[in-house]
């Protein structure tokens, strides 16, 4: 078991520091147009839930390595945007509403030290940190973001169940499968709407 839970862990590590890298050189590229403020927004969850697990028990790293690397992840792809990113990544005023209720979390758990409620909270700023790419890509009707990340985003997370050491850790794989498939759909709508309309002007 300590083996497979090792394995496990070297897998998702692996896993997220190759899409670290795909990130930043398709930004470099130019081949993405990510949003400033969904990356921001994860930067501070992200780290909020991981000192809230910690707080909530007994666990180390290696019980939840799907939200340790992904804080790697998120804060380096945040300082990767502010240094490539174009004018499009900038806050709006719907990002900067989300922005406060991050902010309100933060002060909740600052004043109520209540971590497991603080870390469901945590988990749903998460979820509306996919609002800003998916109102993008929405009324842009157009994918800004690459398959080869979020797939490799939805096995990591969905191979880290198996290594998840607390309701808590499973919480947070179980978000992160579901939210970032539900990108993944989006996207595939978006790819699959754009190829008709090119279809049907080219007839």
Same mark, same amino acid.
């Given at each position: 078991?300590?083996?497979?839970?090792?394995?496990?862990?070297?897998?998702?590590?692996?896993?997220?520091?190759?899409?670290?890298?795909?990130?930043?050189?398709?930004?470099?590229?130019?081949?993405?147009?990510?949003?400033?403020?969904? &990356?921001?927004?994860?930067?501070?969850? #992200?780290?909020?839930?991981?000192?809230?697990?910690?707080?909530?028990?007994?666990?180390?790293?290696?019980?939840?390595?799907?939200?340790?690397?992904?804080?790697?992840?998120?804060?380096?792809?945040?300082?990767?945007?502010?240094? &490539?990113?174009?004018?499009?990544?900038?806050?709006?005023?719907?990002?900067?509403?989300?922005?406060?209720?991050?902010?309100?979390?933060?002060?909740? &758990?600052?004043?109520?030290?209540?971590?497991?409620?603080?870390?469901?909270?945590?988990?749903?700023?998460?979820?509306?940190?996919?609002?800003?790419?998916?109102?993008?890509?929405?009324?842009?009707?157009?994918?800004?973001?690459?398959?080869?990340? &979020?797939?490799?985003?939805?096995?990591?997370?969905?191979?880290?169940?198996?290594?998840?050491?607390?309701?808590?850790?499973?919480?947070?794989?179980?978000?992160? #499968?579901?939210?970032?498939?539900?990108?993944?759909?989006?996207? #595939?709508?978006?790819?699959?709407?754009?190829?008709?309309?090119?279809?049907?002007?080219?007839?």
């Amino acid at each position: 078991m300590l083996f497979s839970k090792l394995f496990i862990n070297i897998i998702v590590s692996g896993i997220n520091v190759i899409i670290l890298t795909r990130y930043i050189y398709l930004l470099y590229r130019k081949k993405i147009s990510p949003s400033l403020a969904m &990356w921001t927004f994860f930067s501070l969850a #992200v780290g909020i839930s991981l000192f809230t697990y910690f707080a909530e028990g007994d666990h180390n790293l290696s019980d939840n390595i799907l939200n340790f690397t992904d804080l790697i992840l998120v804060v380096s792809v945040s300082i990767a945007i502010l240094i &490539w990113g174009d004018t499009s990544a900038h806050f709006n005023r719907f990002d900067i509403g989300c922005l406060v209720a991050v902010i309100g979390i933060i002060a909740f &758990w600052a004043i109520s030290n209540n971590h497991v409620i603080t870390n469901y909270s945590v988990q749903s700023i998460m979820v509306i940190s996919y609002f800003p790419v998916l109102g993008r890509m929405t009324h842009q009707k157009k994918n800004t973001e690459a398959f080869s990340v &979020w797939i490799m985003m939805l096995v990591a997370a969905g191979i880290s169940l198996f290594a998840s050491k607390g309701w808590l850790a499973s919480v947070y794989a179980i978000r992160a #499968v579901i939210c970032t498939g539900a990108l993944l759909l989006l996207m #595939v709508r978006i790819e699959i709407v754009n190829r008709k309309n090119a279809d049907s002007l080219l007839h």
